[in-house]
């Protein structure tokens, strides 16, 4: 059986979406564990004042690399960056780029995307539907292409609970929706938006269902697979443990827990939290490139890449081990203790919003506004709202994933590829995974220092005698108003005094008595 690392020598890959979460990650996996690749031509667009040499040269740098840069410090040589600025036309790609793929390429692996929830249906619509058609042309235009790897989401489908490794039928003929939108303004676009996308639940799933079917409709000319992820979070085992640079998805709700500012979201406990570490995405991924370019199935395959139906873990038992990691492994500077509680009640989550969010967040910025400082704390939650708002619907209920093909894919392996390129989640160990996923969160995303943490849990006990202080004057202060205001307050008050007086003359007596 021919290995992995041996079929990907000598190739020339395309990536798209290299600079984003996932790229990153597969690029980093293919330098690694496939040594002898030839190339790796990224398209990226320059952002942000930066060219996309420079963007390209910041990515080698950064602390994903640092393994490959071990083995190889030479590794940036393999990688070619294209100037590519996917939502324009022909993706921008110059003439001489385009003759320079068409003649190179061997596998193309198309990960880029917005996945933003709140994305205008035309830019949706543009980077996840268009761009994706034309990448599919540039690809028949490959001589060599052996394989076209997309990666789509597992929840293209949300609006079905249970999701077989099918294509289903668009919502809409995807052409026919691109005529439409085209002559539209934006006020009707965003007018209609929520009637065209139904019953799913942003722009983001609906797009990401369109391009299914673009991509399935070349299935004759190409090879292609087709990879469904769930909620991808931080690595398990690779390149280490908790790797993770984004707020997007969970990693956000667990930063703003691990702050202690968010206290309260609503969320099904017993609901299967399906997360899937980042790597196990990119282990699958490069495996289906191989089989789809050594075995040619006859149609395209689709690969649901998810863990609820292996390996269950619930959002309840992550909510319990997010936190008590971030007790044990405080964040820096963190706003009050953290301690959040998931409900699917509307009504509790309301309450606790008022008394949890707002509540703490009017005090502080009173306090702020006192010493002369910018308020800020209703501002970040009302963000928070917004963004927690947007995840409540994956979060509230469960689907169940068929994984049929990820299973055929891992018994075409070899036994050194299983382990190489290891997707098999059922040796995941979740609560080991949760407190690698908060501790990378803090290392990655905030940039903390590990060594701080004596300091912040100095913080946190700090943040306890206040909240012990606080709640005792406030119950005192509750009390005596009360106290002087009713007779019934009154009563009951000598009532438990005297009633916790006699238990202790009791014990007292007892413990006389045994003596
Ligand atoms: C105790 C724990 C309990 C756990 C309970 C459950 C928790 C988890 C629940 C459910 C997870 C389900 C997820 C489903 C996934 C589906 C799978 C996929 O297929 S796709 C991938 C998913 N995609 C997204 O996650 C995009 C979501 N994000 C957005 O749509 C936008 O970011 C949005 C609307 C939320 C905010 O948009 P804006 O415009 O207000 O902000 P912006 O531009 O994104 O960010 C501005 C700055 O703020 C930071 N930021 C963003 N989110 C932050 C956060 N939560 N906390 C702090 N900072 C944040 C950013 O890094 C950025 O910083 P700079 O300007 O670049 O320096
Ligand atoms: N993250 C998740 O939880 C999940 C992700 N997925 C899918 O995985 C894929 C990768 O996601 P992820 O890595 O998280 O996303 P990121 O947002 O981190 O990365 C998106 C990538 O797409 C590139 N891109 C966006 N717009 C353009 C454009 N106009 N021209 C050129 N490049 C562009 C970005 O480049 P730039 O740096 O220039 O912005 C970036 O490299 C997507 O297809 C997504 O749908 C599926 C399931 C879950």
């Not at 930066?50 to 393994?67: A, I, P």
């Not at 052996?146 to 003929?173: L, Q």
């Not at 308020?375 to 169940?400: T, V």
């Amino acid at each position: 059986m021919f290995r992995m690392a041996e079929y990907y020598a000598g190739k020339s890959v395309l990536i798209t979406g290299a600079t984003g979460f996932m790229g990153k990650v597969l690029v980093e996996k293919l330098l690694r564990s496939c040594p002898e690749v030839k190339a790796l031509y990224l398209l990226v667009r320059p952002k942000a004042g930066q060219s996309m040499q420079q963007r390209v040269s910041e990515m080698m740098t950064c602390k994903l690399f640092d393994r490959v840069r071990e083995d190889d410090p030479d590794f940036h040589r393999k990688i070619i960056p294209i100037s590519s600025e996917l939502t324009q036309p022909g993706l921008a790609i110059s003439p001489q780029d385009g003759e320079k793929l068409a003649s190179c390429i061997n596998i193309v692996f198309h990960c880029a995307a917005t996945i933003r929830f709140d994305e205008p249906l035309k830019h949706a619509l543009q980077l996840n539907v268009i761009a994706t058609q034309q990448l599919l042309s540039l690809a028949k235009q490959m001589h060599h292409l052996e394989a076209f790897i997309h990666i789509s989401t597992a929840y293209a489908n949300c609006n079905r609970k249970h999701i077989d490794e099918v294509i289903y039928p668009p919502p809409v003929e995807p052409r026919k929706l691109i005529e439409s939108l085209e002559w539209m303004d934006d006020g009707i676009v965003r007018d209609i938006t929520p009637r065209l996308i139904g019953d799913r639940p942003n722009t983001y799933t609906y797009t990401k269902a369109l391009a299914e079917f673009v991509v399935q409709q070349e299935q004759d000319q190409l090879n292609i697979a087709i990879i469904r992820p769930s909620i991808v979070g931080a690595s398990w085992q690779e390149p280490f443990p908790g790797w993770i640079d984004n707020f997007n998805g969970p990693s956000g709700v667990f930063i703003a827990a691990g702050k202690g500012i968010l206290r309260t979201m609503r969320a099904n406990n017993d609901a299967v939290a399906d997360l899937i570490p980042v790597d196990v995405v990119i282990n699958l991924t490069l495996a289906a490139g191989w089989y789809t370019a050594v075995h040619r199935p006859k149609s395209a395959l689709v690969y649901n890449c998810t863990t609820g139906g292996i390996n269950p873990f619930h959002w309840g038992e992550i909510e319990h081990h997010v936190i008590s990691s971030f007790k044990r492994n405080p964040l820096e500077q963190a706003f009050r203790r953290p301690n959040a509680n998931i409900t699917s009640n509307y009504l509790i989550n309301q309450y606790w919003i008022l008394v949890s969010h707002k509540f703490p967040a009017f005090i502080y910025d009173l306090f702020l506004r006192l010493s002369g400082q910018k308020p800020q704390m209703m501002r970040i939650f009302n963000r928070l709202h917004k963004a927690i708002g947007l995840l409540e619907y994956f979060s509230s209920q469960d689907w169940e994933w068929n994984s049929e093909n990820l299973n055929m894919l891992m018994s075409q392996m070899t036994p050194e590829d299983r382990k190489t390129f290891n997707f098999d989640v059922r040796q995941l160990n979740w609560p080991e995974y949760i407190e690698n996923y908060c501790i990378g969160t803090k290392k990655y995303v905030l940039n903390e220092d590990m060594s701080d943490i004596p300091a912040a849990r100095q913080h946190l006990r700090k943040l306890r005698n206040i909240r012990y202080t606080f709640n005792t004057v406030l119950v005192v202060f509750i009390w005596r108003v009360f106290i002087a205001r009713s007779q019934m307050a009154r009563n009951i008050w000598y009532f438990v005094v005297s009633l916790c007086f006699k238990f202790l003359s009791y014990f007292r007596a007892s413990s006389t008595l045994t003596n």
